[in-house]
């Protein structure tokens, strides 16, 4: 490992707020999913857990690793600390079906006296069920994902660390949003057609390839924090930029058209039962 890594490593240190919200969230689903499993089995196997679990750590890995210190040295591994973030963690924390095991996983009075009035209130209610219609999550997902791409914004918010948090709380909580309507964890009931999924997901792709696009072939540094501060892996910011807008483009794209495949290949089966 090369002496720049080595100091990023040596100046990491876990964040013990986000680490240990981490554990006890992961604790708190884990009692929960093992106390409805045993009603409810064939709706939280096994690989709901893990994909719930690995979710969380995918938080940790982001933003309370030594990615987070790449990421304040390179824009290539911000760009990563971004994509786990906004394509990873939803979808997995989505599929976990996350809502009735971390209630379940809460001690009965924390539930009773505190959530149930949230729980019960119709305008929360309403205001859930308006923020996970399609046209307003892919709205906020890709305004916000743009916005904070802005180069003002990008270089204020690495300039201010609690800014820098509130980014990745925009980034992670519109991403929640924008894969709720395609994943519709239970006991969600609201099935959008697959039609308007493909659209959907095919849309947000064609966002992510252009801010990709641009970046990749824009002759010059976007970002001018990367100018001022020292390059650790004298890398050139050009170069750093290329490499970081390409994994965007390409893992980006890819966690986009695989669901579309996937809704397409579900979409054409019965016709083809209907054929045969």
Not at 142 to 170: K, M, Q, S, T, V
Not at 191 to 198: I, K, N, P, Q, R
Not at 242 to 270: D, K, R
């Amino acid at each position: 490992m090369s002496p720049e890594c080595w100091a990023i490593f040596a100046d990491w240190s876990p964040p013990l707020f986000l680490t240990a919200a981490t554990l006890i969230v992961a604790v708190v689903y884990a009692c929960g999913w093992f106390a409805i499993r045993k009603t409810r089995s064939h709706l939280f196997p096994t690989w709901r857990l893990a994909a719930f679990l690995l979710g969380l750590g995918t938080i940790w890995l982001s933003i309370a690793s030594p990615l987070d210190g790449f990421a304040d040295a390179l824009l290539s591994a911000h760009m990563v600390e971004h994509l786990l973030l906004i394509s990873f963690v939803p979808p997995l924390l989505l599929l976990g079906f996350p809502i009735v095991p971390l209630l379940r996983g809460l001690p009965h009075g924390v539930t009773v006296h505190i959530l149930a009035p949230f729980i019960r209130s119709k305008f929360l209610r309403r205001l859930g069920h308006f923020l996970t219609t399609p046209l307003v999550a892919w709205l906020a997902m890709n305004l916000i994902f743009l916005g904070w791409h802005i180069p003002a914004a990008y270089d204020f918010a690495l300039e201010h660390e609690r800014w820098h948090d509130f980014e990745h709380i925009c980034f992670l909580s519109s991403a929640i949003l924008f894969w709720w309507p395609i994943i519709n964890p239970w006991p969600s009931r609201v099935h959008h057609a697959g039609w308007l999924m493909l659209l959907y997901l095919a849309s947000a792709d064609i966002v992510n390839t252009a801010l990709s696009a641009f970046l990749a072939f824009c002759d010059r540094p976007v970002y001018s924090y990367y100018l001022r501060q020292p390059n650790p892996f004298q890398i050139s910011p050009m170069t750093d930029q290329i490499v970081g807008a390409v994994i965007m483009w390409v893992i980006g794209s890819l966690v986009f058209l695989v669901p579309v495949i996937l809704i397409a290949v579900n979409l054409l089966q019965p016709q083809k039962l209907s054929r045969s």
